[in-house]
């Protein structure tokens, strides 16, 4: 079984930056594909960024691409993710998220962190 926990979330102004981390644990986390989502109020969980096991491929949402960046330490077991140049309409709680492969679909993970929330202020 594996364990997600994120962290790193906060409040930011408008332009600013922040760093999320996800701690794994309970399983072999070179073997897994890594993968950010986020969900606003009254809205579905979208996609952010994945990551494959070797870092070899990422992809991202065309909303984040050029701002954030994700990236993984295997010998950590930890999945970071990058976000530069913060808009408001990235206010959200982010999740991560691990499966088997490297996919934007929510259904494609099988374990979830709890998510920790980013507010980005105007």
């Known amino acids: 079984q594996v364990q997600l926990v994120e962290s790193g979330g906060g409040l930011v102004q408008a332009g600013g930056s922040l760093r999320l981390s996800c701690a794994a644990s309970g399983g072999t986390f070179s073997r897994l594909a890594m993968g950010w989502f986020r969900q606003a109020p009254g809205k579905e969980r979208e996609f952010v960024a994945a990551?494959?096991?070797?870092?070899?491929?990422?992809t991202y949402a065309d909303s984040v691409k050029g701002r954030f960046t994700i990236s993984r330490d295997n010998a950590k077991s930890t999945l970071y993710l990058q976000m530069n140049s913060l808009k408001p309409e990235d206010t959200a709680v982010y999740y991560c998220?691990?499966?088997?492969?490297?996919?934007?679909?929510?259904?494609?993970?099988?374990?979830w962190g709890q998510g920790t929330q980013v507010t980005v202020s105007s």
């Open positions: 990551v494959s096991q070797s870092s070899s491929v990422t």
């Open positions: 998220a691990a499966g088997g492969w490297i996919d934007r679909s929510p259904g494609a993970y099988g374990y």
